[in-house]
């Protein structure tokens, strides 16, 4: 009797945020593998997203499907409008499986929990082998930072940073920091006013956002923010966002230690790479992202000051491998964390911009124009303030992973619940990320036009951050009570005459009853 060959198919699953065209998967062209990617309403629906969020992911994976596709492997899309987005990942897997007559699954090791959990389970109920696969992205593994600090009853990212730069050999010279310096931190924190010229940001090219965007109106997903054409940066394919770090590099590198901290009215992006979406969604690889601009900062080292660079290297390498870390340490239990106890709500102008005080009108409607906002906007206005009126971490969560295209939970629950929000009893910051209007000051130009008066804590137009702040510390005390970082604003709070206190107490109850008013 003859015997039938019977093909073995192969099906691999691409995630929307697994755009690494440099996989070891896609070494090789096989007639018989089969690559899978969706566009699904569990994914644009399990938060509420900004509208350029979703543009700027299905942009990005229509044209990573594209370039599979001309390197010849075979890949099957399924957009929005098509009628399966609206069933489960599982659910097509399963029926696609079927159909094709697959005899093994393959997939990438998915970044966020909520995804990990969700195939692990799928290939538990397929009755076919399954494999998964590194993504190939991190310069770290899952459980690296759990094994680098081991037994230690702190986490100092520091530490941490230091050993990843050994062991990459990036800005080392002979086994010590080069300039004999490893951090610059205390160099980055100038205000900008107005000099040096900053540069536009970089605009990327016009793909498919059009199309996208009536589809998405034609599905009826619901999502928020703004769309306007000249404010949407994000890029699509890798030789957008090659040109975007090569832009940084030539135009902002120069200049970005320096005023990283530093905000300001009418500048938005100010010296900041804005690469945190091509890298996030892997069109871009951390390494090669550090290698041009150590590089760059090489050829060029007569004007531009190691400072500037290594700041910049310290985001990378440093913060974000780092963030990851504490992602697969804490989870899934980190998503639950509230060690201040606050339970408050975020207050309605978060989604508006509709607000008087001038620095969160200001970062919001930037967040709301263009699905970004830098990291000391992120940190000291909107966070600052959250945490100011004590919000529910689970509130200003759900606003931070809507709100930023770059938002993907690996990375945006670290910096909100832990950096921000301090909500992990400080895992990741030694002390609060708050402050009283004093810093935003120094550190940007809002309060000049601002309705509030930055130098009052009581009367009418005294600046909200003023009471809050004091009265937050006064609240939060026994939380600080052992933390040397604290004592000091500790002791300050305490030397408040108690009548003043009293009137702090009861100007930062009205505002935080009532947000929305003020
Ligand atoms: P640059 O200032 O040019 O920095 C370069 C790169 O360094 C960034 O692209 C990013 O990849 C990395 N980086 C810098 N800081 C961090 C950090 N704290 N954690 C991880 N990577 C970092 N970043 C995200 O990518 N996604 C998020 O959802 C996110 N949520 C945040 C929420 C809060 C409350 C805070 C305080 C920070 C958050 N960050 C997040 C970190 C940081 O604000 C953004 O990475 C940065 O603003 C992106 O803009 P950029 O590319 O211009 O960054
Ligand atoms: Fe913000 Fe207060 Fe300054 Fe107004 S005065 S911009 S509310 S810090």
Known sequence: MATKNVIQMKLRLILGDQLNLDHSWYKVKDQNTV???????QETDYILHHIQKIVAFFSAMRAFAKALKSQGHQVMYFDIGSEISKNSLSENIKNLITEKSISKFEYQLPDEYRLDDQLKKLCGEINIPSQSFDSEHFLTEREDLKSFFEGKKQLIMEFFYRNMRKKYDILMDHGQPLGGQWNFDKNNRKKWKGTPIIPNAYKTGIGSQNEILSAIQKARIKTFGNYHQEHYLFPTDRKEAFAQLEYFCNHLLVHFGDYQDAMHNEQRNLFHSRISFALNVKILHPKEVIETVVNHYYKNSRVIELSQVEGFIRQILGWREYMRGIYWREMPGYKSNNKLDNYNKLPDFYWTGATKMNCLHESISDSLDTAYAHHIQRLMITGNFALLIQCHPDEVDAWYLGVYADAIEWVQLPN???????????????KPYVSSGSYIHKMSNYCESCTYDRTK???????????????FLEDKKTHFSKNNRMA???????????????????RALSIIQNPDGY
């Open 488 to 506: 000091m604003m500790l002791r300050l709070l305490d030397k408040i005459p108690a009548l003043e206190k009293q009137e702090i107490k009861e």
């Open 416 to 430: 909100t619940r832990g950096m921000s929000q301090w909500a992990d009893g400080g895992i990741v910051a030694t």
């Open 35 to 41: 690559y899978v990617i969706y566009e699904l309403r």
């Open 457 to 471: 804590r009581i009367g009418e137009n005294a600046c909200p951050f003023n009471s809050l702040y004091w009265n």
